[in-house]
């Protein structure tokens, strides 16, 4: 069973930051394209950035330049490093791997003066 613990959401004043945390249950970590996604009330979840094994990156267009995808395979943590924030980036963030295993339960940003 795999395990996916997301963490780092709060809220904060548009144009702030946050780091979001991503911590994945198994060893095979380092050769897996993970991903975040990130989902509000009503709308499908959306793919937000993704890092492949070598470290290759992909983002939305909405979030590039923005927002920064790492990993840190020592530790089985995928990072999303999220600056300028604004009111449309608050949604309830998730991590998986592509392809997807079983869904964690999110960390809420919420972007709000």
């Known amino acids: 069973q795999v395990h996916l613990v997301e963490s780092g959401g709060d809220l904060v004043q548009p144009g702030g930051s946050l780091r979001l945390s991503c911590a994945y249950s198994?060893?095979?970590?380092?050769?897996?394209?993970m991903a975040w996604y990130r989902q509000t009330l009503g709308k499908q979840r959306e793919l937000v950035a993704s890092i492949n094994s070598v470290s290759v990156t992909t983002y939305a267009a909405s979030v590039k330049g923005r927002f920064t995808i790492s990993r840190d395979n020592a530790k089985n943590t995928v990072y999303l490093q999220m600056n300028s924030l604004k009111p449309e980036d608050a949604a309830v963030y998730y991590c998986?791997?592509?392809?997807?295993?079983?869904w964690g339960q999110g960390t809420q940003v919420t972007v709000s003066s």
């Open positions: 198994r060893s095979i970590f380092s050769i897996l394209t």
């Open positions: 998986n791997t592509i392809p997807n295993v079983s």
